[in-house]
Structure formats: structure tokens, C-alpha cells
């Protein structure tokens, strides 16, 4: 059995009335453990309805979706596959710990409110981890989806443009912590931006054009 979080030959339109959208027109993708891949590509060249498809939040029209450890993607355990929505997902009446601190507890970690601080502290956000997030910035709501994805060192990450609303300091500074997590957990992490920046922290670049894989 592959050991790769992978997409083979994935299609899929969208019909608004008479309009058909041809988001992905045949995508494959792979990620191995260990490797972290840059999914670059113009807004609406088909990067979310991608990573959308290989975490089973979409049903691709062809194509198959692997996600080892799991039987189908939908039902992958955020153990084994986390995510950084492109909308960041967090919980409005938690606090930033409380909501990093959830998928610690869901997964069993002895301690989820130590492991919640240290994944913000890692992220330079230790001193904002009892506010709620309408009292942070978007890109410290953006960290803090980003903390509440390495909590549990999942064996994969796949994180929608997780950079898009840091300065050059932070990007620098979450690219590189994830640089580090890929080295020392062994996760496979899937990064989409448009963001030319990522491709220098990325063993490798997938780009997407039109709902196409193009080559360079
Ligand atoms: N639910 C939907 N209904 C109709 N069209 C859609 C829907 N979701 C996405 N699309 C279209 O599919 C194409 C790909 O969208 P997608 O969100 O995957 O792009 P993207 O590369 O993630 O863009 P961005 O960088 O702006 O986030 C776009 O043309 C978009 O308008
Ligand atoms: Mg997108």
C-alpha cells in the first residue's frame, strides 16, 4: 500500500445554471511523508477544490483519492491528516488555546492545554492564547489554525495559502517552522499558495493552471 497521501486523475466541474466551471481537469498529486510540496497557481486556478478533493470535504466527478491510514479521505482522523482552511475554521467562542487545545484532546494527548501553548508559542503567539479570536489580527487567527493543525503531528498537513495574511518576518517564520516539522515528525505537508515566496522552502513545486498541472 502506497505510504503517500495522493490524487489520481481528479475531475471536477461546478454547474451554476447553465454555466459549467471546470475546476480540475485531471489533477494527480502525491505527497510523500517527509516532503513538503508547494501547490502554486493564479486565484481560481483549482487549488482549494484540490485539496477540498484529497480531504474529502468535495467528491471529485473522476478520480481516486488515497489517504493512507484511512479507508476513505472523508473519514481521515486529524492525527492523520490536519488542516489550515483557507477561511482559518475557528471556533468564535473559544479562546485561542481552547481552540488548539481540541484536536489534543480528541486525540488523547495527556496534557492538550501544555501541548495548545506550545504549538502557539511556536507560532509567537503564547501571550495572545487567552483572548477569542475576534480579539486577534487575521494573521494571528491564521497562526493560530496553524498551531491547531501541528498540535497532534499529523502525518500530513495540508494547509490552504496558510501564509496569505502574514508579513515577509512571519511568513519567513511559519515556513520555516513547518520546514522543521516536516524533519523532525516526518509529515508530508501539501502547501497551496499563489505566493512565489513558498517555493523556496518547498522540496518541490506542483503548478496548477486552469484546473491543469503545468510543467516548470
Ligand atoms: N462552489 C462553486 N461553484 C461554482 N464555481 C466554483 C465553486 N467553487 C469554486 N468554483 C470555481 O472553480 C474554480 C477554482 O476555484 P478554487 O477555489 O479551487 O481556486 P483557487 O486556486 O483556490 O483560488 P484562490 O487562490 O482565489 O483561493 C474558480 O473558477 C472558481 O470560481
Ligand atoms: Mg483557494
Redesign the pocket.
Known amino acids: 500500500m502506497s505510504t503517500a497521501l495522493r490524487g489520481t486523475g481528479l475531475h471536477k466541474s461546478?454547474r451554476?445554471g447553465s454555466e459549467e466551471?471546470h475546476?480540475l481537469r485531471g489533477v494527480s498529486i502525491g505527497v510523500q511523508p517527509g516532503e513538503m510540496v508547494a501547490l502554486l497557481?493564479?486565484?481560481?486556478?483549482?487549488?482549494?477544490?484540490?485539496l477540498n478533493c484529497l480531504l474529502g470535504w468535495e467528491v471529485p466527478d473522476t478520480g481516486e483519492v488515497s489517504v493512507p491510514g484511512a479507508a476513505t479521505p472523508g473519514s481521515a482522523a486529524w492525527t492523520t491528516v490536519a488542516v489550515v482552511p483557507?477561511r482559518f475554521g475557528l471556533l468564535d467562542e473559544l479562546t485561542l488555546a481552547d481552540n488548539v487545545a481540541m484536536p489534543a484532546r480528541l486525540a488523547g494527548l495527556p496534557d492538550p492545554h501544555a501541548a495548545a501553548l506550545g504549538a502557539l508559542e511556536t507560532l509567537r503567539l503564547g501571550h495572545l492564547a487567552a483572548r477569542m479570536p475576534d480579539e486577534v489580527s487575521l494573521g494571528e487567527q491564521q497562526r493560530t489554525a496553524l498551531a491547531r493543525a501541528l498540535v497532534v503531528a499529523p502525518a500530513f498537513l495540508v494547509a490552504d495559502?496558510p501564509t496569505g495574511r502574514l508579513d515577509e518576518d512571519l511568513t519567513a517564520h511559519v515556513l520555516g517552522t513547518l520546514r522543521e516539522h516536516c524533519a523532525h515528525t516526518g509529515c508530508g505537508v501539501l502547501l497551496?499558495s499563489?505566493d512565489p515566496v513558498v517555493i523556496a522552502s518547498a522540496d518541490r513545486v506542483v503548478r496548477?493552471h486552469d484546473?491543469v498541472v503545468v510543467p516548470g
Not at 41 to 50: F, N, V
Open positions: 461546478y451554476r466551471v475546476a497557481g493564479r486565484s481560481g486556478s483549482g487549488k482549494t477544490t484540490l483557507q495559502e497551496a499563489h496548477l484546473g
